[in-house]
């Protein structure tokens, strides 16, 4: 694909759907701003539907963005989405495509001849075409790629390659680069050519005649120096990049830490082989956090989507029956301490609080470790200093929460004995998660596992065990006081 192309073109089928499509697109659009669309307008929507009302409807959508477009379909019924987007021509509905949940826009494509699917993929971004492909059934996938230009269907095919979470399966194919000889005026040149087609150009990259990335330079660089200067002398030596295998996490991480807009991407020997841009940081950014929220639940965040009913409960059973082993753990631990429990029968009443606000005390620790790691704010190099500052929140809480319920435990048995007990455990217990949910992402990482899969069930089920254990141990030494 041409540098920057594909990008571009995505971009201007996003914010005007201008086209010489008779229903939908035809005169140019600015870009609309977001819209919420609430039930009387999707009610209209649906009587024109209905009545197969295709001009009427075209007002209605032509001026929108492809995102509020996508938020109609996936209101509507698949028959009723499915009509909606064929009154699209091929540009805005390319936009579309490229926005619709990974179900609707199956159920799209379910219906589409390869022919047109060819045309949507021509007008994406290589990585978004990729996507596309990507989705189809093998055999649909491979007529796409034959119909479609060569140099597309290369620059597809060696994404392909890539694992769909790393740099190389996240970069796009589109940037301008010069040789590092070339003059201004020749680099000029080059970004001018590719401008005509492309409107995103936010650095030139500079490699050598090997192809590999020696440096990066800025437009604004570019167009303040005289046109005879070569272009080594006024590059940035050394630029920031990536390669093709890092986790987009990582990605993203580096992105933040620099301010960055985009990044080069290279292969083992250094040779420049795409670019990843702030766009599709932000996405995975936005992809990464509900992931990781849904793994501390012991869950898959694409499950709702892309999974059956019977799929999620395979997925999400091993977690749940691994709970419910610790879990035996506190009954174990209850059944110990019948005969305490027998003689203060009011311990019982403060078994679940205790459990509950120090797991969840625990839980909100590992859900802080799990995104710090994520975005670089943790490193395991200095796994003190997350450990060290959770303690110190989780005395002020422990203390606070201690304080609270053992004044309600004392006025309740009439005993400060009572009281004591109760909000010792507390403490204790609050603390002791607060280590466990802050070192258990950590040690995870550590030995190679998912921190996020990892730390949520285990987090909850060990602190219900310890919790428990602390409140009985403490009550049954201190029985002579109680009762």
Not at 80 to 106: I, K, M, Q, T
Not at 253 to 280: C, H, W
Request: one cysteine or more; proline letters at 5%; a negative charge.
């Amino acid at each position: 694909m041409n540098e920057e192309q594909k990008d571009t073109g995505q971009r201007e089928t996003e914010q005007n759907f201008a086209s010489d499509d008779p229903i939908i697109g035809s005169a140019p659009a600015a870009p609309s701003e977001s819209i919420e669309v609430d039930e009387e307008l999707m009610h209209d929507i649906r009587g024109l539907i209905e009545d197969r009302a295709a001009t009427l409807l075209a007002n209605i959508v032509t001026d929108l963005h492809a995102s509020d477009i996508a938020v109609i379909i996936h209101g509507l019924d698949p028959d009723d989405g499915e009509y909606l987007f064929s009154l699209l021509d091929v540009g805005p509905g390319s936009a579309v495509l490229r926005e619709l949940n990974p179900e609707s826009r199956a159920d799209i494509l379910g219906k589409l001849p390869s022919e047109k699917i060819t045309a949507y993929a021509g007008l994406l971004a290589s990585d978004d075409a990729t996507d596309l492909i990507a989705e189809l059934p093998p055999a649909v996938a491979e007529k796409v790629l034959r119909a479609l230009p060569a140099e597309d269907s290369v620059d597809v095919q060696e994404l392909m390659k890539y694992g769909e979470e790393t740099a190389g399966g996240i970069m796009g194919r589109e940037y301008v680069a010069v040789k590092m000889n070339d003059t201004v005026a020749q680099a000029i040149r080059g970004v001018r050519t590719h401008a005509r087609q492309n409107a995103v150009i936010y650095n030139v990259y500079v490699v050598n005649d090997e192809g590999a990335l020696v440096g990066v330079l800025p437009l604004q660089d570019l167009v303040l120096n005289p046109p005879g200067r070569r272009v080594y002398k006024i590059m940035h030596s050394e630029p920031k990049s990536i390669s093709t295998g890092v986790d987009q996490e990582e990605v993203a991480a580096m992105f933040r830490k620099y301010d960055l807009v985009s990044l080069p991407v290279v292969n083992e020997k250094g040779q420049l082989v795409g670019r990843i841009t702030i766009d599709d940081i932000v996405d995975v950014i936005e992809e990464e956090y509900a992931e990781d929220v849904a793994k501390l639940v012991g869950s898959d965040a694409d499950e709702m989507e892309k999974r059956s009913p019977r799929e999620i409960a395979m997925l999400r059973l091993p977690w749940v029956l691994f709970t419910l082993v610790l879990e035996f753990g506190a009954g174990v631990v209850i059944h110990y301490f019948d005969q305490t429990l027998s003689q203060v029968i009011l311990l019982a009443s403060f078994l679940p609080i205790i459990s509950a606000i120090s797991g969840n005390t625990g839980l909100q620790s590992a859900a802080i470790v799990v995104r710090a790691m994520a975005t670089g704010h943790v490193s395991l190099d200095r796994w003190w200093n997350p450990i060290w500052r959770q303690l110190q929140t989780t005395l002020i809480i422990g203390a606070v929460c201690g304080l609270v319920i053992g004044t309600i435990g004392a006025f309740w048995q009439g005993k400060w004995e009572f009281g004591l007990v109760v909000g010792i455990s507390m403490l204790v217990s609050v603390n002791i998660s607060g280590f466990v949910g802050t070192a258990s992402p950590m040690l995870s990482k550590k030995l190679g596992f998912d921190p996020a899969m990892t730390a949520g069930p285990f987090e909850t089920a060990f602190q219900d065990v310890v919790g428990i254990t602390i409140f009985l141990t403490l009550s049954t030494l201190f029985l002579h006081w109680l009762v």
